[in-house]
């Protein structure tokens, strides 16, 4: 399947805090919610969205933003698997988005969206670092990867509303410690939403989906 | 076990190149063979080091260095389990290391080693930015991540000597085509050695071990 692949440029503007207060005012005054998933490469954003947008789907009009340094992998899958429009954003090398290169990806998107998925480049540290101007910050944690990550990597999990632990159907096959990881997510982030979930077998995806129904119908 | 961590200071110096070659000479002049060791978080960097040094530490004097934005469990994995000198370096947010921050490591960690180990930030972008002064590269790639990854991540496979593609007695579990993931990185690197392993199992282990007894026993 073709998808447009855009080739961001490096944003111009100093101050991103200032660009993603900007860019989070005219998408709230649009009424377009803008959720940036972060994880570590390989953690299951990609089938996470395709399973969360294939329940949504009906009820609001989605959109999706697949960055990454190279590829058009991801982009490719979202619009095969679930038919949403979807653009692949390729950050020139660069670790991360800001809040402009969100505003690039989203003119090229278009209008019209209610819920919008930006997927950020897989990286645990870059990314936190740079408010995008999303509505609202979700990480991925995958099974495989340990329960200590949010001890490594404090700031992207100080800064989540949502939390999703996925591939949880591998829960027996890894060393993993679900109650123990649900800690160290809470230790650095005590107001955090903590669902876990296997996107390839489905369990929780259903809790997720309530999660933004009830956050997205309260905005009508 | 107590290990000595130390918070890394922000490198003063501004060309990094010039610091990674002249580090790189003080270590050959010294007869210690420094091997960077990157790959995603959770990917299996400290279970890999530490079935490795346990096969190679009668031979050779072995010392770790573990860099992390925070905690100290790797640190103390390696100290317990293969009872070799290990130190925690703290990157104090920052998402790489490089060649001033490795020296800095290396400073802590003393002298008398013939092989050193840097457990660099788990992020498969910037640290592949920074050369560290290192004698060697190494990535590690872990099967539940995929194998679409050095599509995705150009630079830190391009780079490589040498790419190990970990946790292979989880293949029967998850969509991971080992031959497409070879070609995946050869095709980044066509020079690239490739060694599948399972660090908790142990295969594969041995190859590893050649590989690193060949080039240090030809330094002799």
Known sequence: MEVKTIL???SVFE??????????????????FLVNVMSSPGAGKTSTL???????????RIGVMEADIDSD?????????TGCPSVQLHTDGMCHLDAEMTRQGLNELGDGFDLI??????????????????????????VP?????????????????????????ALHYFDFDLEKCEKNILYRNPSATIIPI????????????????????QGE
Request: with cysteine.
């Open 8 to 10: 961001l440029k490096k």
């Open 50 to 60: 395709v399973a969360l947008i294939n329940e949504l789907s009906s009820s609001y």
């Open 73 to 81: 992998v991801d982009a490719v899958t979202v619009a095969k698997k």
């Open 198 to 217: 296997s996107a390839r077998r489905g369990d929780g995806i259903g809790a997720v989906v309530q999660y933004f129904k009830k956050i997205l119908d």
């Open 145 to 169: 990867e340990g329960d200590d990550k949010p001890l490594k990597y404090p700031l992207i999990y100080s800064k989540c509303d949502l939390v999703l632990i996925n591939k949880i159907d």
């Open 117 to 142: 998925f930006l997927e950020n480049v897989g990286n645990l540290v870059c990314p936190a670092e740079y408010d995008t101007g999303a509505s609202m910050d979700m990480t991925i944690l995958s």
């Open 15 to 32: 101050d991103n805090d200032l660009s993603a207060a900007k860019l989070r005012k005219e998408l709230a005054d649009k009424g377009v």
